[in-house]
């Protein structure tokens, strides 16, 4: 084996620059990302997703619906809608709203499922508007 000489160091081939201390910055250490844990958080993330997701499904779920704007109603309106702005209505004294309220669900024959419903309006409604004294000519100018 051969010693190494000090004089004769610079005949051999380095495989790498000298070290030199104080003059290059050190590396710095690079984050990893610790891969025994990304099971557990991926499933742990999906569990907190799905609950997030499920409680605002039940609350919108359970929200009371908004009323239905009953200077909006057309023939294209849904049947509880007429119904709610028929009973409304039905609570108004006047004669005009009476007499909406009655033109909202007359049409519906016995068979349909919200008559049981609209009877009572209809009986009310006509009653009131039956009970209000007639406009004299006279009055009417």
Same mark, same amino acid.
């Given at each position: ?5 000090? /004089?004769?160091?610079?005949?051999? =081939? ?10 290059? =910055?050190?590396?710095? +250490?690079? @984050?990893?990302?610790?891969?025994? @844990?990304? @099971?557990?958080?991926? @499933? ?12 605002? =499904?039940? =609350? ?28 409304? /209505? ?44 007639? +406009? ?6």
């Amino acid at each position: 084996m051969m010693a190494l000489d000090p /004089q004769r160091s610079h005949f051999m =081939a380095r495989s790498s620059p000298p070290l030199i201390t104080g003059l290059t =910055a050190p590396r710095p +250490k690079r @984050w990893r990302i610790p891969w025994g @844990w990304a @099971w557990p958080v991926f @499933w742990s993330s999906l569990m907190v997703g799905s609950g997030v997701v499920g409680i605002w =499904a039940l =609350a919108w779920l359970t929200r009371i619906p908004p009323l239905p704007d009953c200077q909006e109603i057309n023939r294209f309106s849904s049947d509880n809608e007429r119904l709610i702005c028929a009973e409304t /209505q039905m609570q108004s004294a006047s004669a005009q709203e009476l007499a909406n309220a009655i033109e909202l669900t007359a049409g519906w024959p016995e068979a349909h499922p919200l008559y049981q419903d609209a009877f009572p309006i209809l009986t009310t409604a006509s009653q009131r508007l039956l009970q209000r004294p007639a +406009k004299r000519p006279t009055e009417a100018i």
